[in-house]
T-cell receptor
Framework: GNSVTQMEGPVTLSEEAFLTINCTYT??????LFWYVQYPGEGLQLLLK?????DKGSNKGFEATYRKETTSFHLEKGSVQVSDSAVYFC??????????FGDGTTLTVKP | DAGVIQSPRHEVTEMGQEVTLRCKPI?????LFWYRQTMMRGLELLIY????????DSGMPEDRFSAKMPNASFSTLKIQPSEPRDSAVYFC???????????????FGDGTRLSIL
């Protein structure tokens, strides 16, 4: 079956530090890959996506590249801000209708 | 555009009472999902619908839980009788994804925070 494995948290960084959150997946077929972000008291919201190998998704300074050869979709940001503190979820879709989510990684950015 | 709308936002009730959570998906979305989120178990898919028909309810924890989707714009998740271990945040999400098109994300509501005393 499909699965998503995320880097375990929590992750604590100082403002302006470089962020990487690792995500690897197992899937049949050719999935689409997503990163969602969840701020306190809110639902998950799409951060970025990539739908085929070598695609790069980007949004709000975050980037992730779909690497088919390593089955990975690592999230990166060059300089984090306090406002980036949230829980980040990696996910994949196949044609089966539902998504498979990772366990989430909590990021705290300190001033 | 209106997003996914859930009600109530907060619910506090006593053990044994019936609880009904409501969801209005985004118009035109043909998939609807119910999730439960807790610190211990993380995000769990309970059930999902396609075109108002339940497709997979294997995540529903027990017979006390039931979900319906009487039309394309409304769904309910009911717990009867409720127990303290049902305390969690329940999310509804919808997606325009259709068969053969996997590149659409899910759109989540802001959740219902349920506390069973």
């Amino acid at each position: 079956g499909n699965s998503v494995t995320q880097m375990e948290g929590p992750v604590t960084l100082s403002e302006e530090a470089f962020l990487t959150i690792n995500c690897t997946y197992t899937a049949t077929g050719y999935p689409s890959l997503f990163w969602y972000v969840q701020y306190p008291g809110e639902g998950l919201q799409l951060l970025l996506k990539a739908t085929k190998a070598d695609d790069k998704g980007s949004n709000k300074g975050f980037e992730a590249t779909y690497r088919k050869e390593t089955t990975s979709f690592h999230l990166e940001k060059g300089s984090v801000q306090v406002s980036d503190s949230a829980v980040y979820f990696c996910a994949l879709n196949t044609n089966a209708g539902k998504s498979t989510f990772g366990d989430g990684t909590t990021l705290t950015v300190k001033p | 555009d209106a997003g996914v709308i859930q009600s109530p936002r907060h619910e506090v009730t006593e053990m044994g009472q019936e609880v009904t959570l409501r969801c209005k998906p985004i118009s035109g979305h043909d998939y609807l999902f119910w999730y439960r989120q807790t610190m211990m178990r993380g995000l769990e898919l309970l059930i999902y619908f396609n075109n108002n028909v339940p497709i997979d309810d294997s995540g529903m924890p027990e017979d006390r839980f039931s979900a319906k989707m009487p039309n394309a714009s409304f769904s309910t998740l009911k717990i009867q009788p409720s127990e303290p271990r049902d305390s969690a945040v329940y999310f509804c999400a919808s997606s325009p994804q259709s068969a053969g098109n996997s590149n659409q994300p899910q759109h989540f509501g802001d959740g219902t925070r349920l506390s069973i005393l």
